[in-house]
T-cell receptor, first 112, second 112 residues
Framework: DAGVTQSPTHLIKTRGQQVTLRCSPK?????VSWYQQALGQGPQFIFQ???????QRGNFPDRFSGHQFPNYSSELNVNALLLGDSALYLC???????????FGQGTRLTVV | EDQVTQSPEALRLQEGESSSLNCSYT??????LFWYRQDPGKGPEFLFT???AGEEKEKERLKATLTKKESFLHITAPKPEDSATYLC?????????????FGKGTKLSVIP
């Protein structure tokens, strides 16, 4: 049983560029949440998608946007990258919005 | 605003030396409290969910307990492979509230 898979695993981008990160949820899961984790910090909630709609959004600017596809996979897009966007981006999936969330291995984004 | 504070920030134990990690939380209403284990550069691995005060869950050398204001993760006779960062998170029971609010974690090192 494949768990949550994220791609790519590492990414280096230049300030001002745009990036798209991808997530495939665990088999049987229909809800995807995205988190940003800076070094030495706990994950910070970006947003959650359920039934292809954004259900809740954390305290992140509009430069962060997302999408969920009919097969429940999801994308996170970040525009106009800043140096401060460098972090580990985590995708978590669950069965519905309020059950245990299982995380992928993350995408390490470095903005230079 | 939901808040989670974990202590200590770091803990060094000798192999076999039992101890506890603390997670203090503030929420308007608790839907669930979650414990995760995170290895360096990896995504968090789900350990336990606790829903109500007095509840306890066990898995191998780990036991999680919950009161109305805090949770403890007890580690009995730890082994070097238990070395990791342990994260605590809460989910608020408010309508439309799905996010996990994480603490900064406790970095556990178990010395052979």
């Amino acid at each position: 049983d494949a768990g949550v898979t994220q791609s790519p695993t590492h990414l280096i981008k230049t300030r001002g560029q745009q990036v798209t990160l991808r997530c495939s949820p665990k088999s049987g899961h229909d809800t995807v949440s995205w988190y940003q984790q800076a070094l030495g910090q706990g994950p910070q909630f970006i947003f959650q998608y359920y039934e292809e709609e954004e259900r809740q959004r954390g305290n992140f600017p509009d430069r962060f946007s997302g999408h969920q596809f009919p097969n429940y996979s999801s994308e996170l897009n970040v525009n106009a990258l800043l140096l401060g966007d460098s972090a580990l981006y985590l995708c978590a999936s669950s069965i519905g919005p309020n059950t245990e969330a299982f995380f992928g291995q993350g995408t390490r984004l470095t903005v230079v | 605003e939901d808040q989670v504070t974990q202590s200590p920030e770091a803990l060094r134990l000798q192999e076999g030396e039992s101890s506890s990690l603390n997670c203090s939380y503030t929420v308007s209403g608790l839907r669930g409290l979650f414990w995760y284990r995170q290895d360096p550069g990896k995504g968090p691995e789900f350990l336990f969910t606790l829903y109500s005060a007095g509840e306890e869950k066990e898995k191998e050398r780990l036991k999680a307990t919950l009161t109305k204001k805090e949770s403890f993760l007890h580690i009995t006779a730890p082994k070097p492979e238990d070395s990791a960062t342990y994260l605590c998170a809460v989910q608020d029971s408010g309508a439309g509230s799905y996010q996990l609010t994480f603490g900064k974690g406790t970095k556990l090192s178990v010395i052979p």
